[in-house]
């Protein structure tokens, strides 16, 4: 870590106790219906002097100066409470689901597995109703440790993810025996849905492979309804991207839950289905 990074740590460590930690949540929508599924968690941290900083500003500061377990930990408490709070939203009995990421690092923890069932049960969370997102690069580093840990988290009670697929180069068909329910597809593939021709052969391959394996699809970042359109098309189920809301807060994505439809920012002009709206940032 450089000097900067370093004078970042004391901050980090207090970041968990002195609220500067913020949670956002962004809609998923499911493409056939346009309704709300579920939310994709958000990290922030808002700095004293440097001011909102994403995840990409301070987790590799937090990977090196080994606090990932505390903030991991701390966004897995509070996604569990939120979820709790989702059961009294109307309309009644509605599947919903809040996906995490998950480190790997915090991934092969000691217990990792036993601490998540005894949040989902201290919180009273239906079957599915937390998600954790597990990226390929994780997959790749340890393929037998990941697949037990994922088979003991579905055994548990929760939904499970393959993140940024594509991004580290597997094939779909090498993840087909992980117990997982859905594939995101990485938004450098979702970027050139309908204009480029490698990525829309890319994007249908690996939607036709995981509706094979009975697992869903869902596009990150989708930023236009030019892409939208597209992967309507060819048959992706989810996605979720600025076209259809920014990140909100856990009060306001309380509100889209209980309507049910995704809230468009104001920034989308609805008569130019080619507009691209830019803006946001990794996830945890």
């Not at 994403?54 to 996604?79: H, I, K, N, R, T």
């Not at 988290?153 to 393959?162: E, H, I, K």
């Not at 856990?250 to 289905?273: C, H, K, Q, Y």
Request: proline share 6%; hydrophobic share 45%.
């Amino acid at each position: 870590m450089g000097q900067l990074d370093v004078d970042l740590v004391p901050a980090l460590k207090r970041s968990v106790e002195d609220g500067s930690l913020v949670l956002q949540l962004q809609p998923e929508i499911d493409l056939a219906s346009g309704g709300v599924v579920g939310m994709e968690a958000l990290l922030r941290w808002r700095h004293a002097e440097r001011g909102v900083l994403l995840p990409s500003d301070f987790l590799p500061v937090a990977a090196a100066a080994g606090l990932m377990p505390l903030l991991g930990w701390w966004v897995l408490e509070q996604c569990a409470a939120e979820v709790a709070t989702w059961a009294a939203l109307p309309p009644a009995d509605t599947p919903r689901q809040l996906w995490v990421n998950v480190a790997g690092l915090q991934l092969a923890e000691p217990g990792f597995t036993d601490r998540v069932r005894a949040l989902l049960e201290r919180h009273r969370l239906d079957r599915g109703a937390l998600g954790l997102e597990v990226t390929e690069e994780t997959l790749a580093q340890d393929p037998t440790l990941v697949a037990d840990t994922l088979e003991e988290l579905r055994d548990a009670g929760v939904a499970l993810a393959v993140d940024d697929f594509g991004s580290w180069y597997s094939s779909l068909a090498t993840l087909g025996d992980l117990p997982v329910d859905a594939v995101k597809l990485d938004q450098s593939f979702v970027r050139g849905v309908g204009s480029d021709l490698d990525d829309d052969t890319i994007v249908a391959s690996v939607i036709r492979l995981a509706h094979a394996r009975d697992l869903y699809v869902v596009a990150e970042g989708v930023e236009s309804w030019a892409e939208s359109a597209r992967l309507v098309d060819l048959g992706c189920d989810r996605a979720f991207g600025y076209l259809f809301s920014p990140p909100q807060t856990p009060e306001r994505a309380r509100a889209m839950l209980a309507r049910g439809v995704g809230s468009r920012p104001r920034t989308v002009d609805l008569t130019n289905p080619g507009q691209r709206v830019v803006g946001g940032g990794p996830a945890l």
